[in-house]
């Protein structure tokens, strides 16, 4: 998440047009625990822009398995807590809604915000 907003920051400054063209979306693997309310709270320490979304489990698990995302809820300890590990990948959505590329946790924020610039000012030549 403070990738996400390093890289709207950095498109912010030097490319604000293409910025206005971009909705950060968080979307939780863990609506058990995840209401909307919760997520805003969390939310506040990244970056004002996102919009969090979650759903009914059914919801959420149909979503992870289309993104491909791995999600494994650990064992409860006594007092109710758990974590839950999970695949951390951003995806990128053109203007239509297609996936326009993914970008996995090692990438740095400049290498992701140079694949933004490349997809998003992308002309065919024809």
Do not use: N, W
């Amino acid at each position: 998440m403070v990738k996400v907003g390093k890289v709207m920051d950095t498109l912010k400054k030097e490319h604000p047009k293409l910025a206005e063209k971009i909705q950060p979306v968080f979307v939780s693997v863990d609506p058990a625990r995840d209401s909307l309310t919760a997520l805003r709270e969390y939310g506040k320490d990244f970056h004002p822009s996102y919009v969090f979304l979650t759903g009914s489990p059914e919801q959420v698990q149909q979503m992870a398995k289309k993104y491909r995302v791995y999600v494994s809820k650990a064992d409860e300890t006594e007092d109710g807590d758990y974590l839950v590990d999970h695949s951390i990948v951003i995806y990128f959505h053109d203007d239509t809604g297609d996936l326009a590329d993914c970008f996995t946790q090692s990438m740095r924020p400049k290498d992701v915000v140079e694949k933004v610039i490349e997809r998003m000012t992308f002309v065919p030549t024809y």
